[in-house]
């Protein structure tokens, strides 16, 4: 499809463009649709004897069930970020990006060890395609709220505070549908909520606000932290911002 096609072009490019053989080891891999082609092109120089003896050496960094999985179907070396705490580089994707590289990151339940992950890295790229980048503010391309990792035991308690206190319009428990039966449950043992504050003008208060409630573990707003975004358009073409 044409979003596929987007996403590799943006993975593949941020990869040749901010991968340096020599210097980086440890390498952080997110979690989504769109860091598969990160892997995948990773995969793809470990088979060229030019840059085997380098990609080999990798440590690669999972955010993950399904980030570990990635490192492990494309032949990468698995680390892990408790022996591993300082990454040299980390590449993660988005549900939303604007002008600020302001993110709200989440919609695959993997926000607490990919913030973990993106914060602990040196530099922090993030890849994307088009129908994420949002050019007036956070909350308008991606319109099922901000995603929040929450204690399973306080998910009621945040629910409250989130209308009382923070004036959320909808907050939603996040079903596993199809796939579990009953809510979603993180790699972190957590629930996720979904809270729907419609266009979000300050993301940076709104982030250490939320952090205040007591169960909110951590937020899919992921802000000051990406150095570089690659949007892949339709058209072929790849918008790097800032
Ligand atoms: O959960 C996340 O934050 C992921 O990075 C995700 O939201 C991006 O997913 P996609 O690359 O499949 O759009």
Not at 130 to 147: A, D, E, I, N
Not at 178 to 188: C, E, H, L, M, R
């Amino acid at each position: 499809s044409e979003a596929e096609t987007a996403k590799r072009l943006a993975a593949y490019r941020a990869v040749d463009k901010n991968i340096d053989f020599e210097n980086h080891r440890i390498i952080g891999i997110g979690s989504g649709s769109t860091v598969v082609y990160v892997a995948e092109r990773l995969g793809q120089y470990l088979l060229d004897p030019k840059y085997k003896p380098f990609v080999e050496k990798f440590i690669c960094i999972p955010t993950g069930f399904q980030s570990i999985q990635l490192i492990l179907d494309n032949g990468l070396q698995l680390g892990s970020i408790e022996r591993n705490p300082v990454i040299d580089i980390a590449f993660d994707g988005a549900d939303e990006v604007d002008t600020n590289l302001q993110l709200i990151k989440g919609g695959g339940a993997c926000l607490f060890q990919e913030k973990l992950v993106s914060t602990s890295s040196k530099k922090f790229i993030i890849v994307a395609d088009y129908r994420k980048w949002s050019p007036t503010s956070l909350g308008v391309k991606w319109t099922r709220g901000v995603p929040l990792e929450v204690v399973p035991s306080a998910y009621v308690r945040v629910k409250s505070d989130l209308i009382n206190k923070l004036n959320c319009k909808k907050v939603v428990l996040r079903q596993g549908g199809s796939a579990k039966a009953g809510p979603v449950v993180t790699d972190n043992n957590n629930f996720i909520l979904d809270a729907d504050f419609g266009p979000i003008k300050d993301p940076k208060s709104l982030h250490v606000q939320l952090k205040l409630l007591l169960g909110i573990v951590e937020t899919g707003l992921f802000i000051d932290n990406a150095d570089i975004a690659y949007i892949g358009n339709s058209d072929g073409t790849v918008l790097i911002a800032p």
